[in-house]
């Protein structure tokens, strides 16, 4: 409870073992990865669509625990048909408008990204969809292995939230949510 | 009748308690499996859930019920508890939440084998969100007006659940005052609070999801940054309790501080309740429980050599009785009864009490009149009185003037201003009847005084003493009573209670068929009725002109009543000679008791300004405080599992049975935790039962139901009058048996009859079908014979035999033995349906033997049957042989061949070459139409008939 009293000299403590190792830590750069996989898929009852980008690129900075993600609209591929694709890019995405999906914020947890293991962590920030800022928590799974991060998140969207609005007839081809699924391996990089 | 039993632990401590020590009883904990408590909350039912740090426990006041966790939690403690939605929300050291339904299905412990009754505990589910949940310490949960739902953890700030999506606030992004949260609470403008390391964050998100944090630190008035607690009342006000300042209240709507406790030596706060306006009760890290009195501030700790004195108290609970309830270090439970308490006043003996009109106290002893010194603490320490006169003081009064009139056994009445200075004294000398004054009251102008030796009226300044009520003759008067319409009444030993009514003394010496003769106490309610009690008959309540009177059977305590007062509460106290009960006058049924060491000495209460009730004693002084608070006085029934066939069913969800389903068990609760043992159950099976049932036991059950309609009812009572008590009910049905259903019936009762009407039809259709048949035989027996006594036949054949008779006799015979032969045949065969192929054969064989006589080569039978078994029609080839024989021309140049034969296809096969007669015979058609007939009525395979340019054939199918 005392924390408050022991605020100063805790403080203090960290400062010093954190400037000791300083020097030594391969945490002072930013992992980054420019192939992410992000999976997009709507399960709506006449049909199923999905769609995957290549392109997913994000950075994490174990330093203050932040992260940034961002995948161009335009990279999604895979749809059904080829008109699909262009009602996602023009309709509903707005990609020439909106061209970048994004996610940044911190993470929750504090991770030891010097020691190798597997780790579930929250990551808070604004998701950026359509140009509609939302405020998420998102969980992921964390694998730290070596220099390399593997990166496995799951969640969904509700297309109200970022005012993509469906058509009434076409709502039985587009669910009213779609699930992500990002899977990236993030690199240390030498700064 | 409810008691506490605590009449050990009384004498113990009330040597040394301090000012309203409340009486702790430890709770039976052996169900518990030497779980360590952390945490205590009361349900909307009034279910005690009890977290601990393995396990999660529901109390019903006798014991625990564990409820069975997920893995996630087996290691956590449960750090928070709240309710929701009819769910208990359990918070955990590792941050994991669950949740499980306050009225689920929750199956008695049959075993009494912990690990066995966890498998049919309820279990608390794991809350799955897709955020995740927090990795921190769970410290507290709240609802906001929106209905969001708000999570404080110790690490992470605070997170809320709003349209089904988790957001977060914390320190570095959003504001709060810092991510360490200890405890939240929400106001009724929709902020949510959080006392945090740093201060106080009220924080609020709209509907759009904007996050707003207002701060409050030192300078709002806050007396330390780190708040451990947080309180919402129902008066508009948050009361927060800090690590080493003690307790502020803040107005909710100006956000000021509007009381604060003055010096804090007592370490940091752990938890708060708060009774009604007037007492908040405090739950520390190192000094156990604490009383603040909210009207003067002060604070007061147990004495130091009580057990409850240098604790840690982990959590405290209300309960809806009025019990306070508290987890202290190492996990154990404990309840108090608050209301109820010893005023450690020093004072011994109270024999008359007085709370003037300053909320000041002055109790008279044997040793003398003491007075509180000082109203800093409406409940002070021993060192407050002084004394102010040396006298053995039996009466109090104070008077309009604000004057206080002391009444001394032998030495008249002392009359003292509200300084406690001496005004003057009364005694025999000035005119007093008796020097002993047991009862003092009146009016603006006058005063009666009860004495022993009858009652003497004088004026309230002292002047003008008379004898009084000369008519009370000498007898001793206990108590003068002047009650809210100026009436007064004396209360006599040995004439009964009188009143005096516009200068008119009128005298009621029976009451109920009893007689009153002596009377010692005397009071009056809120509603004007007035109470008195006698030496041993009772207690009596006069409404106008009509008596009431309660006895034991009512459920009073004892009939050796001492004393009288009414509560602020309307709740008369009745004081005996072993402790108090309180009656709910509205309620008259219904008294609980409190046992009280010495008791209560004769008319030594006293009501304060805010309607405590005072009763002194040998040992000093007891409160039954009256909180503006209402608590629930009765047993709570609650239905908690119901059992079919000795298996639990989830009785909120399903209530309609099979008729096999008829064994039913219901378990049900009374909840009291004032005194568990007590509770009385009443049950009723409507539909079944005739009358209630009156038990102690938590279970009913019904072998063998019925089908029908059932209400299963359950009351409780704590002194078995079961009048106007809360009630539980389950409605539930038995069907009735399939083949009492009335669809299943009516469809029975159709389809028998259709299966009667089908059998019917079909039995007429054969009747018809064999009639017809015999018809077609018959037509066909008399047809053949008709045609074997055809002229023709007669005569060819006749003429037969003359060409044959005489050149070859013995030929003639043969042949007269073949046409005989071949009438006994028909004659034999002409009644059966079938006959063998061999018989008919035979028959064949005789018919042809004549034709051959008679055609010679003109005629030519071939058979070969190569040994076919079987059965056909009688005549049936016969006849056929015949038709070939009527319709084709035979001539030696033009033979006729007739072939019977069988191909292994079931048929037997007659077929001749075709030469019909220029000229036909005439022909009725009958004997091949009439052999398919029969054929087809009978059932059998059909005739074939084939007809082509040479053969004429004919199939007759083989009855094997």
Redesign the interface.
């Known amino acids: ?4 009293k022991y605020w100063l000299l805790l403080s203090a403590a960290l400062l010093f073992c954190s400037t000791g190792s300083f020097q030594m830590s391969k945490t002072t750069s930013p992992y980054r990865c420019d192939n992410g996989k992000v999976t997009f898929k709507s399960e709506a009852t006449l049909e199923t669509i999905q769609a995957r980008s290549n392109k997913l690129r994000g950075a994490v900075d174990p330093t203050n625990n932040t992260f940034a993600w961002s995948v161009d609209a335009i990279s999604f591929d895979g749809f059904n048909s080829a008109l699909q694709r262009e009602h996602f890019n023009e309709n509903y995405i707005e990609s020439s408008k909106f061209p970048k999906l994004t996610f940044t ?2 993470i ?2 504090k991770i030891d990204f010097q020691k190798d293991g597997r780790y ?1 962590a ?1 990551a ?1 920030g604004k998701l950026v969809v359509h140009g509609v800022e ?6 992921c799974e964390l694998e730290v292995l070596g220099d390399k991060i593997l990166v496995h998140a799951q ?2 969207v509700p297309l109200d939230d970022h005012n993509i609005r469906i058509p009434h007839i076409v709502n039985q081809k587009i669910s009213e949510e779609v699930y992500l699924n990002i899977e990236a391996e993030l690199r240390l990089t030498s700064s | 009748m409810n008691r506490f039993f605590y009449t050990h632990l009384y004498l113990a401590c009330c040597i040394s308690v301090a000012a309203q020590t409340p009486i702790f009883l430890s709770q039976p904990s052996q169900s518990l499996g030497g779980a360590e408590l952390t945490v205590v909350l009361q349900d909307s039912h009034g279910w005690l859930w009890c977290g601990a740090k393995k396990g999660l426990f529901r109390f019903d006041g006798l014991s625990f019920q564990p409820i069975g966790l997920a893995d996630t939690f087996a290691t956590a403690s449960v750090t928070s508890l709240y309710e929701s939605q009819g769910l208990i929300w359990a918070g955990f050291s590792n941050g994991a939440i669950g949740h499980v339904p306050i009225a689920g299905n929750f199956p008695p412990a049959l075993t009494g084998d912990t690990e066995t009754e966890k498998k049919h505990a309820p279990l608390l589910a794991l809350w799955e969100i897709e955020e995740g949940l927090p990795a921190q310490k769970i410290t507290a949960f709240t609802e906001d007006s929106s209905g969001a739902f708000w999570i404080g953890t110790y690490g992470e700030g605070l997170y809320v659940w709003k349209n089904n999506r988790l957001y977060q606030f914390n320190a570095n992004d959003d504001g709060l005052i810092s991510d360490d949260v200890y405890a939240l609470a929400s106001d009724k403008q929709g902020r949510v609070w959080a006392a945090t390391d740093a201060g106080i964050s009220l924080c609020t998100m709209s509907a759009s999801g904007k996050k707003q944090i207002q701060n409050l630190g030192i300078a709002d008035g806050l007396p330390d940054e780190i708040v451990t607690v947080l309180l919402a009342d129902d008066r508009g006000n948050m009361w927060a309790g800090t690590q080493e300042r003690g307790i502020v209240k803040f107005d909710i709507a100006t956000l000021r501080p509007s009381f604060r406790t003055m010096n804090w030596p007592y370490g940091e706060v752990t938890s708060l309740t708060v009774f009604g306006s007037r007492e908040l009760w405090v739950g520390t890290g190192r000094d156990g429980l604490l009383r603040v009195d909210l009207a003067t501030g002060g604070v007061q700790a147990l004495p130091g050599d009580s057990p409850f004195r240098h604790v840690k108290l982990h959590s405290l609970c209300k309960d809806r009785e009025g019990l306070l309830w508290a987890v202290l270090d190492k996990g154990k439970l404990y309840a108090a009864n608050v209301r109820f308490g010893f005023w450690q006043s020093g004072l011994s003996n109270v024999q008359t009490l007085l709370s003037d009109q300053k909320g000041l106290f002055w109790a008279g002893t044997q040793e003398g009149l003491f007075l509180q010194n000082s109203s800093l603490n409406t409940v002070p320490a021993p060192s407050d009185f002084k004394k102010i006169l040396a006298q053995n003081v039996i009466s109090l009064w104070e008077s309009p003037r604000g004057e206080i009139w002391a009444g001394t056994f032998g030495n008249g009445v002392f009359v003292f201003d509200a300084q406690g200075r001496l005004l003057r004294q009364l005694s025999e000398r000035q005119g007093l009847v008796n020097g002993s004054v047991l009862s003092i009251s009146g009016d603006r102008e006058k005063v009666w005084l009860a004495t022993l030796g009858g009652v003497s009226t004088t004026r309230v300044d002292g002047k003008g003493l008379s004898q009084g009520q000369a008519d009370l003759g000498t007898s001793y008067v206990y108590k003068v009573f002047r009650d809210s319409r100026g009436r007064v009444w004396f209360c006599t030993d040995g004439k009964g209670l009188a009143l005096l009514e516009n200068s008119r003394l009128r005298f009621f010496t029976s009451a109920m068929g009893t007689t009153l003769k002596t009377i010692y106490s005397i009071t009056e309610d809120k509603r004007g009725r007035i109470w008195f009690s006698t030496d041993h008959e009772g207690l009596f309540c006069l409404e106008g002109n009509d008596f009431k009177r309660f006895t034991t059977e009512n459920g009073l305590h004892s009939q050796n009543i001492t004393g009288l007062a009414v509560d602020g509460n309307g709740l008369i106290v009745i004081g005996y000679e072993d402790g108090f009960d309180l009656l709910n006058s509205e309620r008259v049924d219904h008294l609980t008791f409190f046992e009280a060491g010495s008791g209560v000495n004769l008319n030594a209460l006293c009501v304060d300004v805010p309607g405590n009730v005072w009763l002194g004693n040998k040992d000093g002084i007891i409160r039954s405080a009256a909180f503006d608070e209402t608590f629930v006085d009765d047993p709570q029934p609650s239905i908690t599992a119901v059992s079919v066939l000795l298996k639990s069913v989830d009785f909120l969800t399903t209530h309609i049975f099979s008729h096999s389903d008829n064994y039913f068990i219901f378990n049900f609760a009374g909840l009291w935790f004032t005194n568990p043992e007590s509770v009385r159950y009443r049950y009723k099976l409507e539909g079944y039962d005739p009358d209630w049932k009156i038990s102690r036991d938590h279970l009913a059950s019904y072998p063998n139901l019925p089908p029908g309609q059932y209400t299963f009812r359950v009351q409780t009572s704590e002194h078995g009058n079961f009048v106007k008590v809360p009630e539980d009910s389950w409605s539930f049905s038995i069907q009735y048996p399939l083949w009492q259903q009335w669809w299943f019936v009516l469809l029975s009762l159709v389809s028998v009859t259709g299966l009667i009407l089908a059998f019917v039809r079909n039995r007429e259709a054969r009747l018809k079908r064999e009639s017809q048949l015999k018809r077609e035989r018959v037509e066909s027996q008399f047809e053949t014979l008709k045609s074997q006594i055809n002229p023709h036949f007669l005569f060819n054949s006749f003429n037969t035999l003359i060409t044959i008779i005489e050149e070859n006799p013995s030929l003639a015979v043969e042949y007269v033995e073949h046409l005989s032969d071949f009438y006994r045949s028909i004659i034999a065969y002409r009644e059966r349906d079938f006959i063998s192929l061999q018989e008919e054969m035979e028959l064949v064989g005789s018919f042809s033997f004549l034709l051959q006589k008679r055609y010679e080569t003109g005629f030519q039978l071939v058979s070969r049957l190569n040994g076919t078994v079987g059965q056909v029609m009688p005549l049936a080839l016969q006849m056929l042989v015949e038709n070939a024989v009527k319709h084709n021309i035979i001539a030696a140049s033009k033979p006729l061949t007739v072939e019977i034969f069988t191909e292994n296809d079931g048929y037997i096969t007659v077929r001749n070459n075709i030469q019909k007669k220029i000229k036909p015979e005439a022909s009725t058609h009958f004997g091949l139409q009439s052999l398919i007939i029969r054929y087809q009525l009978l059932g059998e395979k059909p005739v074939i008939v084939v007809e082509n340019g040479n053969f004429f054939t004919v199939k007759v199918p083989i009855k094997t």
């Open positions: 409870m005392n924390i408050k914020g911190k929750i947890e579930t929250r808070k939302q405020e998420r928590i998102i969980r969640f969904t």
